[in-house]
């Protein structure tokens, strides 16, 4: 990495030629990043639109939160945010041996060496962060400014200002960059920004304010404000929740269990109905059901539960229009069935163009589900030609087990973005929460293959598959039925709920089958090994796979 040189201050290298310098550099540091959507994307150039100021308390150098503006070949340009410091002498020494994937640039101020790295990785900095959230604190720049605030929680969190909150960066990053203080508070960076506000912070504040606890409370946030346009969420601070991980792999170490509970016992084979999930939601659950599946059920009815209840509080009438339930008009109605009729418009053709690439145990599969394309196509465009009854609200907008955190007794539901592929404005419109439902119950489907089809569950061999596989039908049908029925009951009056059974089964079936289109579609791109899971999926939902 070449040396950049200034004379000054450090702040000199966003001016001038050295500015120049630095933006020609910055898409190589991007590439590099986790957090970084758009590496599939050829970059054009990367401008620093603005860097504003943030002067620190303790009396380290002053950090700056560039916006970068990265432009592409094709495509619209994206906007991200690099809070950057410079260290010197013995820091410098630190951060090139200790965090060095966080650099950005070395650099020679005055003749002194030094980097330039990602402030965020900086303690005091970090600190620093805490305190003007806590204090409310503004920072203009050239263009607008960023502002922080706290809410009434963030004194009920923090009840003093010596609590300890030593700052941690978390390693898993992945589209945003996460601080953890002292167990007790967590910070979360949008490092892609857009204008409007982000889905985790405007819903966040709203079911903390209305005393949703299954969440982890909102303190407070970073904001950055222009004269003109919506404010841009650039950060979220959190409640921190104690927790075993999530959902996803408290289930696969329970479908470990089950599994092998099933290759030591080799059970007679139980008969899997052919009835709907709905139908058999109204039903009473089998004895041999509980048997087999054992706690996992009480859990499933638990997260059912707490999913119904989360709904019922985006449901209420608050006063803001942004939240206030609405009817499905013809409209919306429409631009749903499109948007569903769209991922298929790209799913059947990627799967015709791959068809001959996929092994044999896949291919007959995959063969018969574009023999059903005419079949799906016509489930997803009931939606538009069926009036609905039930009101449209705000949802989580990507529900699955990755999103709910399991603390051992109980689950707390994380992570309000919704599909991070989507633009910001789609992401925050209203819609049926049954496509949350429908989320969730096909991350039950994928959990139950991936322990089989992936060794993700530890004494499960490939060639156990063919034995195990009704199992995992089993498995999968009757915890997504105890979900259901929980999830039913706690939201049973409910303005979102459809007023007809046929509508309600219409509903939840066009959003499962909408999903396994959609997740066929990003296998095939991303991770074609995973790509019988959403073939069985729809197979398994138009009820030709046995």
Request: charged share 20%; hydrophobic share 40%; aromatic share 8%.
């Amino acid at each position: 990495m070449a040396t950049l040189t200034v004379t000054g201050s450090w702040e000199s290298i966003l001016r001038g030629k050295a500015k120049a310098n630095l933006e020609a550099i910055l898409p190589d540091f991007l590439r590099a990043r986790r957090w970084f959507g758009g590496k599939a994307r050829a970059i054009q150039s990367v401008e620093i639109l603005e860097a504003i100021p943030m002067a620190q308390a303790t009396g380290g150098p002053t950090a700056l939160f560039a916006l970068l503006k990265v432009g592409y070949m094709e495509g619209k340009p994206e906007t991200y945010v690099l809070p950057l410091t410079f260290a010197a002498g013995e820091q410098a020494a630190h951060v090139q041996s200790e965090m060095p994937q966080t650099i950005v640039a070395h650099l020679r101020v005055n003749g002194k060496e030094g980097v330039v790295y990602d402030a965020l990785w900086d303690k005091d900095f970090s600190k620093e962060l805490l305190e003007v959230i806590a204090r409310g604190r503004q920072f203009k720049g050239a263009l607008g400014e960023v502002m922080a605030s706290p809410t009434p929680a963030f004194r009920q969190l923090v009840p003093s200002p010596d609590a300890g909150l030593e700052p941690s960066v978390m390693q898993a990053e992945q589209s945003n960059t996460s601080v953890v203080y002292g167990g007790k508070l967590i910070l979360k960076l949008f490092r892609r920004l857009e204008e409007g506000l982000n889905p985790d912070l405007e819903i966040g504040r709203f079911l903390t304010e209305k005393g949703f606890t299954h969440i982890p409370p909102v303190a407070g946030s970073l904001e950055y404000r222009r004269s003109s346009g919506e404010p841009v969420s650039m950060a979220i601070l959190q409640g921190f929740v104690p927790n075993q991980g999530d959902a996803w792999r408290h289930t696969l170490a329970t479908l470990g269990q089950y599994f092998g509970q099933i290759l030591r016992k080799q059970p007679v084979q139980e008969v899997i109905p052919s009835k709907s999930l709905l139908v058999l939601s109204e039903e009473d659950t089998p004895l041999v059901v509980t048997e087999r599946i054992g706690p996992y059920l009480r859990e499933a009815e638990l997260l059912g539960q707490r999913t119904g209840e989360l709904h019922v509080t985006l449901a209420k009438e608050s006063g803001d229009p942004n939240f206030n339930p609405e009817p499905f008009s013809d409209v919306s109605r429409q631009a749903l069935a499109d948007s569903m009729l769209a991922l298929a418009d790209q799913a059947f053709p990627l799967l015709r163009q791959h068809l001959t690439n996929l092994p044999g145990a896949v291919h007959g599969d995959a063969q018969k589900v574009i023999n059903l394309e005419g079949e799906v196509r016509r489930r997803l465009r009931l939606i538009r030609d069926q009036h609905i009854t039930a009101m449209c609200i705000r949802c989580h907008g990507d529900y699955h087990l990755g999103q709910v955190l399991y603390t051992g007794k109980d689950f707390v539901i994380i992570d309000f973005e919704g599909e991070p592929a989507r633009p910001l404005s789609e992401r925050r419109q209203k819609g049926s929460p049954l496509r949350d439902v429908a989320g969730m119950l096909r991350s039950f489907h994928y959990a139950a293959y991936a322990a089989l089809l992936l060794g993700k569950v530890s004494g499960v061999r490939p060639e156990d598959f063919s034995s195990l596989e009704p199992w995992a039908r089993f498995w999968y049908l009757w915890v997504s039925v105890t979900f259901l029925k929980a999830y039913l009951t706690t939201a049973a009056q409910a303005p979102f709920l459809p007023s007809t059974r046929g509508e309600l089964e219409m509903l939840l079936e066009a959003h499962l089958l909408e999903k396994a289109v959609y997740e066929l579609g990003y296998e095939l791109n991303n991770r074609p090994d995973w790509v019988k899971i959403p073939l069985q999926g729809i197979l398994q939902l138009l009820d030709t796979a046995r």
